[in-house]
């Protein structure tokens, strides 16, 4: 089946600028989190969302940052006024549920602000 | 929080030889789980392996194995018979059994290359 899909692949923009970020979970699965990966460094948890609970926000670097998940599937991250340290690449995982259940990732979208 | 420590930022291994990958944790929790992924240029996350720390026995995928020291906080991941597809980035990750969301905690990676 269709893996975790995201979209744009690549995004450049100014400082300053909002950028909204999409993730396509895999069909079916009810958790879904955000990940940033920051040049040489490895993944920092975003959000998590877990069917029609309020989402675990903890890992947001700053209020700039927020997300949402549109009928329990497809989610947006948005970041507002962007800086250029935000420039990362952004990686969304799904899961089907279940303590045990592997996340699986998609292929991240690189945002590189000028 | 639970900290996750690759100590080698780069590794070299020559196709067709055995390479150990090492990770260390940190944790007061008695169960969890363990991971290894790899992440090619493509930038896509696949999952290697995982081991469930109830577990004692290691797990093992084809060439991919795993040496899981629970005292020890260890959790290396072994290699056989290196491709050159195997060149990537390896990332090992913690996942509490404790805390709402199950999010993994990750190493700052480790760059394999492979030499033909």
């Known amino acids: 089946g269709a893996g975790v899909s995201q979209s744009p692949s690549n995004k450049v923009t100014e400082k300053g600028k909002d950028v909204e970020l999409r993730c396509d979970p895999i069909s079916g699965h009810t958790a879904l989190y955000w990940y940033r990966q920051s040049l040489g460094q490895g993944l920092e948890f975003l959000i998590y969302f877990q069917g029609n609970s309020a989402p675990d926000k903890s890992g947001l670097p700053s209020d700039r940052f927020s997300a949402e998940r549109t009928g329990g599937s497809v989610s947006t991250l948005t970041i507002q006024r962007t800086q250029q340290e935000d420039s990362a690449v952004y990686l969304c995982?799904?899961?089907?549920?279940?303590?045990?259940?592997?996340?699986?990732f998609g292929p991240g979208t690189r945002l590189t602000v000028l | 929080a639970q900290t996750v420590t690759q100590s080698q930022p780069e590794m070299s291994v020559q196709e067709a030889e055995t390479v150990t990958l090492s990770c260390t944790y940190d944790?007061?929790?008695?169960?969890?789980?363990l991971f290894w992924y790899k992440q090619p240029p493509s930038r896509q996350m696949i999952l290697v392996i995982r081991?469930?720390?109830?577990?004692?026995q290691n797990a093992t995928e084809n060439r991919f194995s795993v040496n899981f020291q629970k005292a020890a906080k260890s959790f290396s991941l072994k290699i056989s018979d290196s491709q050159l597809g195997d060149a990537a980035m390896y990332f090992c990750a913690y996942r509490s059994l404790e805390n709402s969301g199950y999010a993994l905690n990750f190493g700052k990676g480790t760059s394999l290359l492979v030499t033909p």
């Open positions: 081991q469930e720390a109830y577990k004692q």
């Open positions: 944790t007061s929790e008695s169960d969890y789980y």
């Open positions: 995982a799904s899961r089907p549920g279940t303590v045990s259940d592997t996340q699986y």
